[in-house]
Nanobody, 126 residues
Framework: VQLQASGGGSVQAGGSLTLSCRAS????????IGWFRQAPGKEREFVAS????????YYADSVKGRFTISRDNAKNTVSLQMNSLKPEDTAVYYC????????????????????WGQGTQVTVGQ
């Protein structure tokens, strides 16, 4: 499965961006999807995830209340709406698909995901 993350860019603090994750080869509508980010010199960290049905969502404490993950299985797309962006949100953002299907939950760590996209850069200025 080839996943593609898009929508990154440069914004000022307090601004908003919406990231999208799409599959190019087959549907991942039956898989949980996670968003992760990696800043220079730091480990990749969990941001948000959503179960295959969309009923369960999870967020890192650092983004809770500011980011919203959603999915449209008919369009084979998962979105990450990011509001009130801060300079510390600057990173390359990756989307990933769970190796399992029809799980009621979505993993919170990188080890729970098998398929990864190439990442999109988000830069938040002061």
């Amino acid at each position: 499965v080839q996943l593609q993350a898009s929508g990154g860019g440069s914004v000022q603090a307090g601004g908003s961006l919406t990231l999208s994750c799409r599959a190019s080869e087959r549907t991942f509508s039956n898989n949980a999807i996670g968003w992760f980010r990696q800043a220079p010199g730091k480990e990749r960290e969990f941001v948000a995830s959503i179960s295959w049905s969309g009923r369960s969502t999870y967020y890192a404490d650092s983004v809770k209340g500011r980011f919203t993950i959603s999915r449209d299985n008919a369009k084979n797309t998962v979105s990450l709406q990011m509001n009130s962006l801060k300079p510390e949100d600057t990173a390359v953002y990756y989307c990933a698909a769970d190796r399992n299907v029809y799980s009621a939950y979505a993993p919170l760590s990188t080890t729970g995901y098998e398929y990864w996209g190439q990442g999109t850069q988000v830069t938040v200025g002061q």
